[in-house]
Nanobody, 123 residues
């Protein structure tokens, strides 16, 4: 299983970015996909998660209403649309996949991780 995150970049506060997580080698349907981020000197934190089957989503309070997680089945790709970006959103963003049931917001409950993509928001 490989996850390839992309779409990061440098933007100004208030602008938008869309991150992509291309999946390959999935011979099973994951229970869920997650997005996490890690800022400088910080621990990895939960951003969003989406059930693979129902596509129901859950978000961290800090991004609720600004970020949207979606999936394109034909492209085997998961997206994180990020609007109204803030300087505090600056971090390396990771996508992850979980085989079975677990806690959406806990990194240890995910089995596969992408390499991360840098998002920098200037004020």
């Amino acid at each position: 299983v490989q996850l390839q995150a992309s779409g990061g970049g440098l933007v100004q506060a208030g602008e938008s970015l869309r991150l992509s997580c291309a999946t390959s080698g999935l011979t099973f349907s994951p229970n869920r996909m997650g997005w996490f981020r890690q800022g400088p000197g910080k621990e990895r934190e939960f951003v969003a998660a989406m059930s693979w089957s129902s596509r129901s989503t859950t978000y961290a309070n800090s991004v609720k209403g600004r970020f949207t997680c979606s999936r394109d089945s034909a492209k085997n790709t998961v997206y994180l649309q990020m609007n109204s970006l803030k300087p505090e959103d600056t971090a390396v963003y990771f996508c992850a996949a979980a085989r079975g049931y677990g806690r959406a917001g806990v990194p240890d409950d995910y089995d596969y991780w992408g390499q991360g993509t840098q998002v920098t928001v200037s004020s």
